[in-house]
């Protein structure tokens, strides 16, 4: 599923200290703003409110039932290994390659059971399903404060501890000549090989295709349609293949080229040259698209502790760290900048400096107005046809 050049640090820490915080409303109760790790909404300071306090009570829960995070993607492989050797918890991974979608109907089929999913990871199109449908909970980690406000709920229902930018990844060994721009993969010698990640109804990584692709096609935040037809289009020209994306697919072979983040493939990298596959990741000229995935604790968690300490680790340090290593950006990049904590091998896996600059994020009105129109039109428009 899841050779990117050198970032200039102070771009990056720029980003996220301002660029993240304009396209959101900063909290409007100073209170619940600026309490520590639990608020008078979330569990009553049951679990602590001191990261040590939430890992001694995880550690007596034991575990905390999670979903949809493959190994590759963002590092969450190596994210999971740190979280259960630093707190002894486990963290068993349900469908790892789940959508947004699927993990949002694991909770509802689950619901009051011992392995309903107590933390998701979801797109941005998703957060207020969850939170219209009572599955997130309030929560706001200890590093609150550091969060850029673009990459958090007011209210505390999520927090998106990392982002990434839309990519094109190709499969240079199948394919001689790689895209560079969506106006590209519009080229009868891509027949057959251009792979969404999922349904845009459902996957996160496939909306924010569409989106990138709107973009490219004089299309906007506002106005997803255009990205819509673009890959009508495609579909009509015989140039997009319905697989899914994910790791055997592309080891495999069956997908050439892969739209999809950034962060997914410094992984799959290593693993595709053991395969006989070169692969080159590249940001779509015509179509600059950054988005986050967003994590909340599950109201009627089993191990409502462990769901919180889960998150902390995300947003530390520790997990901070991973997400880099993975080559997605951190919500406190600025933070660890900063304080010096991110080497010139970590900068290397991101997106250059002028591409992160020029990210912006689209509101949470915009993604409900874009979800919406995509449940209309993606199905008679492209996925019916």
Known sequence: MRKLTLLAPLAVAALALSACSSTSEAA????????????????????????????????????????A????????????ASFTDTYGVKAPVANPDASSADEITAIQTLRGQDDMPEAVDVGPS??????D????????????????????????????????????????????DPPTSFADLEDPQYKGQVTLNGDPREAGAAFAAVMAASLANGGSFDDILPGIQYFAGLKESGNLQTIDVTEA?????????????????????????????????????????????????????????????????????DGALGYLEGGAIPARYATLLADGKVSDELAANLPDADTIAKIEFPTQEQIDTAKATLAEQWGPLVADK
């Open 28 to 67: 409007t109760d100073d209170d619940t703003a600026t309490t520590g790790a639990v608020t008078a909404a979330d569990d009553g300071g049951q679990c602590g409110t001191t990261v040590d306090e939430i890992a001694a009570a995880a550690k007596k829960e034991g575990t905390v039932n999670l979903i």
């Open 69 to 80: 995070l493959p190994d590759t993607w963002a590092n969450y492989g190596g994210i999971l």
């Open 126 to 131: 998703f957060t207020q399903q969850l939170i």
């Open 133 to 176: 449908e009572g599955y997130a909970d309030v929560y706001k980690p200890t590093v609150w404060d550091e969060i850029p406000d673009a990459l958090k709920d007011p209210a505390g229902h999520w927090i998106a501890s990392y982002y990434g930018v839309m990519s094109i990844a190709t499969n240079t060994t199948l394919v001689a």
């Open 249 to 317: 697919t592309l080891l495999s072979g069956e997908v050439p080229i892969a739209l999809d983040w950034t962060y997914n493939f410094p992984a799959l990298e290593p693993l595709m040259q053991n395969a006989g596959f070169d692969l080159q990741v590249t940001v779509p000229t015509d179509g600059l698209y950054g988005g986050y995935y967003a994590q909340s604790v599950v109201t009627e968690a089993q191990h409502p502790c462990s769901a919180r300490l889960w998150l902390e680790h995300l947003v530390g340090d």
